[in-house]
T-cell receptor, first 111, second 118 residues
Framework: RKEVEQDPGPFNVPEGATVAFNCTYS??????FFWYRQDCRKEPKLLMS???SGNEDGRFTAQLNRASQYISLLIRDSKLSDSATYLC????????????FGPGTRLSVLP | SAVISQKPSRDICQRGTSLTIQCQVD?????MFWYRQQPGQSLTLIAT?????????ESGFVIDKFPISRPNLTFSTLTVSNMSPEDSSIYLC???????????????FGQGTRLTVV
């Protein structure tokens, strides 16, 4: 079992829809959590950190559930420009390796 | 955040040759990393570039194949040695920055080097 898992998708949704992604992690000692966005042929860019209390940034809401070891990303009112691959990342600071990335979930927002 | 300049942005190389990728950061950073992203895959950590000492390699990656230099806190290089077509991939430099929260750091990436080995 991979340490960080995501549904690879693709998720094809119409403009304006609400879409949610989940990401599960297996290392209970993981310290911090993130969502990255990666456009085709580009480097990953930080979308948002995921805090224990959950956090919101405009149309994006991230949640962390430590007990069940998953993080989620909710995108409301999807835009065409949201089409990308969304990677979740887990930082295992207490171990030799730091960031572990999930395989990514591909989102296509359709007109 | 940090400005991370990586070069070359892409290259096509003959098998058996080596390519050195450079990563320059606009500020001093403690942690620098090299990742590989094969087509359609997620990122895989190759190694942590340690300033003043040998890099720390992840399982499946060795120094002879991927020698790394880190002469100071703003610069690192990754060499892909004796290349084969299986090395065709995107190679990404990454830095880890403290974001104010005492336990929270974030990873930022260079633009990547798209390598094709023929």
């Amino acid at each position: 079992r991979k340490e960080v898992e995501q549904d690879p998708g693709p998720f094809n949704v119409p403009e304006g829809a609400t879409v949610a992604f989940n990401c599960t992690y297996s290392n209970s000692a993981s310290q911090s959590f993130f969502w990255y966005r990666q456009d085709c042929r580009k480097e990953p860019k930080l979308l948002m950190s995921v805090y224990s209390s959950g956090n919101e940034d405009g149309r994006f809401t991230a949640q962390l559930n430590r007990a069940s070891q998953y993080i989620s990303l909710l995108i409301r009112d999807s835009k065409l420009s949201d089409s990308a691959t969304y990677l979740c990342a887990v930082n295992r600071r207490n171990y030799g390796q730091n960031f572990v990335f999930g395989p990514g979930t591909r989102l296509s927002v359709l007109p | 955040s940090a400005v991370i300049s990586q070069k070359p942005s892409r290259d096509i190389c003959q098998r058996g040759t080596s390519l050195t990728i450079q990563c320059q950061v606009d500020s001093q950073v403690t942690m620098m990393f090299w990742y590989r992203q094969q087509p359609g895959q997620s990122l895989t950590l190759i190694a942590t570039a340690n300033q003043g000492s040998e890099a720390t390699y992840e399982s499946g990656f060795v120094i002879d194949k991927f020698p790394i230099s880190r002469p100071n806190l703003t610069f690192s290089t990754l060499t892909v040695s004796n290349m084969s077509p299986e090395d065709s991939s995107i190679y990404l430099c990454s830095v880890e920055l403290w974001t104010g929260n005492v336990v929270n750091t974030e990873a930022f990436f260079g633009q990547g080097t798209r390598l094709t080995v023929v």
